[in-house]
């Protein structure tokens, strides 16, 4: 049984639909062999932290700006994770191991689109005014490792989301949001059961499962 946490910031009004998603599903049998131990924030007092209580699950708190390596350490090491998984957070991560750290990302990558800024609606934006110039015909989610330059991990699962000529930011973003629910428990599973993985150096070295690399090819 391998032992997740989850970092999400989410705002003082909201936000951490992701981390109560994967709650969800696991609670409901969706991710056998992981157990979700604690979510970490770096909003005191908000919507990341409502939903922790709500769902009685533990809550830790980065009360110093900015979190350094040693910050997100004592968090690994005080609740016991194996595994981390960033959903909807939005600081750089550093000091953490690359092979059991990973994101969701709510666009393809690589791409312009990812990067120091490029999170949640700054995301959503930057897609629709490509869009509106005829550079791009979809969105998508990623989920990538993480390394300690922002979203240039390795990427192991992208899935494209349509976008449609009266879209706004708003409307794709929903619509990516629906489809992050969706694959972000099942491929989650896959990197907490050492499905897919890397040495944390070398990209060339991902591996996947056989048939989820047939998977991959289809799409």
Known sequence: MKKLGILASGTKQGGGSGFENLVNVWRAGGMPNTEIVAVATNIYGGGVEERAKRLGIHCWHFNHEPITAAGYQQFVRACHVDCVALSGYLKHVEGLDPRTTFNIHPAKLPSPFGGDGMHGHHVHEAVMSSYHRGEVQVSGV??????????????????????????????????????????????????????????????????VPEWYRHLRRAR
């Not at 449609?164 to 409307?171: C, G, L, R």
């Open 142 to 207: 990623s989920m990538h490792f993480v390394t300690e330059v922002y979203d240039e991990g390795p990427v192991f699962f992208t899935i494209p989301v349509p976008i449609y000529p009266n879209d706004t930011a708003e409307t794709l973003g929903a619509r990516v949001n629906r489809v992050e629910h969706i694959w972000q428990p099942w491929v989650t599973q896959l990197v907490v059961t050492d499905e897919i993985g890397w040495d944390g150096r070398d990209p060339t070295t991902l591996k």
